[in-house]
């Protein structure tokens, strides 16, 4: 009965692996090592606080490391860390979907659209964008010389986490 349930384990921490590209795991082991400041194979409340600082950010209060500790379902390894992010993934909508969305302010299918007009939908309709938040996706999604944004490529990175053109 004892192999039965080691085996379930190591099906359930594989299927974490199966989520993702063998790209995207070795990024993810990539900002595991930076983020395990003390390389003990674990991210800690420590660990934490000195990514934060490397950051710039240096007083992170105690309270808000300990809120992101109990994200965690135990110590924060490797698999646990992946697992977090393929929670945390799990409720982005498909690419088809978020795609399926702009396409309805794209009439001629061209993959862009005004970054104007995108701005005054986001900012009046349904669950309207401040002007900032606008703003800082345009920082992070730049819009191109003419004022268009390709939201193609948008969805695309909202969906797999880099641009096409870097793959």
Not at 91 to 104: C, H, M, R, S, V
Request: glycine share 6%; aromatic share 10%; net charge negative.
């Amino acid at each position: 009965m004892a192999p039965k349930k080691a085996k379930k384990k190591e099906a359930a921490s594989s299927n974490v692996f199966s989520m993702f590209e063998q790209s995207q795991i070795q990024e993810f082991k990539e900002a595991f090592t930076i983020m395990d400041q003390n390389r003990d194979g674990f991210i800690d409340k420590n660990d934490l606080r000195d990514t934060f600082a490397a950051l710039g950010r240096l007083n992170v209060g105690n309270d808000e490391l300990d809120e992101m500790l109990k994200e965690a379902s135990g110590p924060i390894n490797f698999t646990v860390f992946l697992t977090m992010f393929g929670e945390k993934l799990k409720g982005t909508d498909p690419e088809e979907t978020i795609l399926n969305a702009f396409k309805i302010f794209d009439q001629e299918g061209t993959g862009i659209l005004k970054g104007e007009e995108i701005k005054y939908h986001l900012m009046s309709q349904a669950d309207k964008f401040t002007e900032a938040e606008v703003n800082q996706m345009f920082t992070n999604f730049p819009l191109d010389v003419a004022g268009n944004l390709d939201y193609k490529n948008l969805c695309y990175v909202i969906t797999h986490g880099e641009d096409k053109e870097q793959e």
